[in-house]
Structures are given as C-alpha cells and as structure tokens.
C-alpha cells in the first residue's frame, strides 16, 4: 500500500513539474533572441558550450551593421595579410637557418680535424652575418606578430562591449519571477511532509 501511494505521489510530483514550467516568451526581439534560434535554442534546452554566445550575438549585430560589417571585414583581411607576409620572410629565414644546421650537421663526419674547425668556422661566420643583417627584419616579424594579437584582444574587447547591452536587453525581456518556482517548492515541501509522517 505504502508503495503504491508513494508510486502516485511521485506521478503526481512528476505532473507538476510539468504543468508549472514558465513560459518567458521574449517581449522584444533583440540579438540575443536572434542569435539564440542560430544556435539552437538556449532558454528551452540549454545553451550548449560548444558554441560561444558572445561571437553568435556579434554575429547578428553584423547582419544589419554595415559599420561592423566594414571593421569585421578589415579585421579579418589584416589578419590574412600579416600571416601571409609573416610567412613569406619566415619561409626565407627557415630555409636558410635549416641550411646552416645541415651543413654543421655535415661537417661533423670530417675526420681532418684542421679542415672540420676551418669549415665550421666559416658556416658559423657566415649564419652570423646574415643573422646580423636580418635583425631589423626579424625585430619586425615580432613586432608584426605582436600587433596581430593586439588586434585579436582588442576585437574580442570591442565584441564584448558591443553585446554587453544586448544581453542586458534580453534580461529586461525576460524578467523571472518567483510565482511559479515559489509555487512549485511548496508542493515539493509538501510531499516530502507526506511521506515523512508515512509509515
């Protein structure tokens, strides 16, 4: 008998739960309402962490802002061009420190060891000088490199800053209130009550 009550009460409980589910349908359309149907559907079944919510409601503030569009677009080419000149010098220098190290690697099955100290001497002077002329050029691939991260954090601050208000707005559309969450506990507290005094 015990079972079977409780077996009904916990229905009972079950039947609750759904009948009490808010229903925050959004007042306004907004970004994040927009973005929210992109990536599928975050206030019914959860926002799903593969996605990023920040970079989905940027998404949609571009559709509709040429501005955005424009700096995006910027953003985006600069960051091409500076890995494809970045890779056009290191492609240069990469070639040629691989040749200093092969030759070196090379010199070392010279048995004459007057020859071998000669001919390593020579490969060391001549890494040295084209070292020495390519500083300028390699001060400037890090530099390069270094703005290229700038420019990524500064966007994500501008991105962040340009959503802040449109989650804002979301939350002012969807305002929660504690009715029905309220309503709810008081049927869980009664139940538990319940099957306390159950013996």
Do not use: W
């Amino acid at each position: 008998m015990k079972k079977i009550l409780f077996a009904a009460a916990l229905a009972l409980s079950l039947l609750s739960c759904r009948e009490n589910k808010p229903q925050n349908q959004p007042a306004i359309e907004n970004a994040v309402d927009n973005a929210e149907s992109s990536i599928s559907s975050i206030a019914k079944s959860g926002y799903s962490r593969g996605g990023n919510l920040v970079q989905s409601i940027y998404g949609e503030l571009l559709k509709n802002d040429k501005t955005l569009q424009d700096l995006d677009k910027r953003i985006t080419d600069i960051n091409s061009e500076t890995s494809i000149v970045i890779n056009e010098y290191t492609s240069i220098i990469d070639k040629s420190e691989n040749y200093y190290h092969d030759a070196k690697n090379l010199s070392g099955s010279i048995t004459d060891s007057i020859s071998k100290n000669e001919i390593e001497r020579e490969i060391q002077n001549s890494a040295d000088q084209y070292n020495l002329k390519n500083q300028t050029i390699r001060d400037l691939i890090k530099k390069a490199k270094a703005n290229q991260s700038t420019l990524y954090e500064q966007y994500t601050i501008f991105k962040i800053r340009k959503t802040l208000p449109e989650i804002e707005k979301y939350q002012k559309a969807h305002p929660l209130k504690t009715d029905s969450l309220d309503q709810f506990v008081k049927k869980q507290n009664q139940l538990l009550d319940e099957l306390k005094k159950l013996k």
